[in-house]
């Protein structure tokens, strides 16, 4: 089902790309269409630490449509005295975005991650986690700024996020 849900959105995604390409052989080069972004982040507190860095290439087909691929890691050390673990997530994720009007984008995102978790004393857990995220977003210049829902969210089996609705913050130059 997840890999169905995936195909179809990267389907629509590239139907929208051909449909939205106004531009003649030579207009413009690959290069000058691709953008490049992502995020950055550290935490720190008393029992935790955290680092994620997401890296992210996207290419204009049009004005309206985007589509790109963004590679994440995320670490995590839990210093408490009861849950004493090092946490690895990593994994990527496929980007559509349209733009219906200037200002506002819709998006969707596939994402799948690994999480490798080590505990100081319980067994280790190793297992993947996807999300097909439908998002909102405002747009200002290379900022987007909005909501995101994951489809896929079950709270049983999501092991970093509390609920299926984010926040989305994008830079992209």
């Given at each position: 089902?997840?890999?169905?849900?995936?195909?179809?959105?990267?389907?629509?995604?590239?139907?929208?790309?051909?449909?939205?390409?106004?531009?003649t052989?030579?207009?413009?080069?690959?290069?000058?269409?691709?953008?490049?972004?992502g995020?950055?982040?550290?935490?720190?507190?008393?029992?935790?630490?955290?680092?994620?860095?997401?890296?992210?290439?996207?290419?204009?087909?049009?004005?309206?449509?985007?589509?790109g691929?963004?590679?994440?890691?995320?670490?995590?050390?839990?210093?408490?005295?009861?849950?004493?673990?090092?946490?690895?997530?990593?994994?990527?994720?496929?980007?559509?975005?349209?733009?219906?009007?200037?200002?506002?984008?819709?998006?969707s995102e596939?994402?799948?991650?690994?999480?490798?978790?080590?505990?100081?004393?319980?067994?280790?857990?190793?297992?993947?986690?996807?999300?097909?995220?439908?998002?909102?977003?405002?747009?200002?210049?290379?900022?987007?700024?909005?909501?995101?829902?994951?489809?896929?969210?079950?709270?049983?089996?999501?092991?970093?996020?509390?609920?299926?609705?984010?926040?989305?913050?994008?830079i992209?130059?």
């Amino acid at each position: 089902m997840h890999k169905t849900i995936c195909l179809l959105s990267l389907l629509i995604g590239i139907n929208f790309s051909i449909l939205g390409q106004n531009t003649t052989p030579n207009q413009h080069t690959f290069s000058k269409n691709l953008r490049f972004g992502g995020g950055f982040s550290m935490g720190f507190s008393n029992n935790y630490s955290t680092f994620s860095i997401s890296p992210s290439v996207i290419y204009d087909f049009s004005d309206q449509f985007s589509s790109g691929v963004s590679f994440s890691y995320l670490y995590v050390k839990n210093k408490s005295t009861t849950q004493k673990s090092t946490s690895n997530l990593y994994g990527g994720s496929i980007l559509s975005f349209y733009k219906p009007i200037s200002n506002i984008q819709v998006s969707s995102e596939y994402e799948r991650l690994k999480l490798d978790q080590k505990y100081v004393f319980a067994n280790d857990i190793s297992s993947w986690q996807d999300a097909l995220y439908f998002g909102l977003e405002y747009v200002s210049g290379n900022i987007a700024i909005g909501l995101r829902y994951d489809v896929l969210y079950d709270k049983t089996k999501n092991f970093l996020y509390a609920s299926a609705l984010n926040p989305v913050f994008r830079i992209y130059f």
